[in-house]
Nanobody, 117 residues
Framework: QVQLVESGGGLVQPGGSLRLSCTFS????????MGWFRQAPGKERSLVTW???????HYADSVKGRFTISRDNAKNTVLLQMNSLKYEDTAVYYC???????????WGRGTQVTVSS
């Protein structure tokens, strides 16, 4: 059974940086595509970024040029480096592992990111 645990969230000022980490427990990390989603209060959960098992990446327009996703297959870890954070980046960030569709993948419990002065 796959388990995902996010860490690294917190409170940061606008323009600041945070690095989120997702640790994958279970077998087969290197065959899963990995994604980060976020959900702000009163809004639906939305895609932030994903990285395929082969290392290809995709970003939502709202985070392009500011966020970077990476994976370390030796450590079963996915990182999300978030720079130039904005108020609107405030949300709970969720890690996802999927084979074909994130909706049918595994989810972590989330980590809170708050951007505030």
């Amino acid at each position: 059974q796959v388990q995902l645990v996010e860490s690294g969230g917190g409170l940061v000022q606008p323009g600041g940086s945070l690095r989120l980490s997702c640790t994958f427990s279970g077998s087969g990390f290197n065959i899963y595509h990995m994604g980060w989603f976020r959900q702000a209060p009163g809004k639906e959960r939305s895609l932030v970024t994903w990285i395929t098992k082969d290392g290809a990446t995709h970003y939502a327009d709202s985070v392009k040029g500011r966020f970077t996703i990476s994976r370390d297959n030796a450590k079963n870890t996915v990182l999300l480096q978030m720079n130039s954070l904005k108020y609107e980046d405030t949300a709970v960030y969720y890690c996802n592992a999927y084979l074909t569709d994130p909706l049918f993948g595994f989810w972590g419990r989330g980590t809170q990111v708050t951007v505030s002065s």
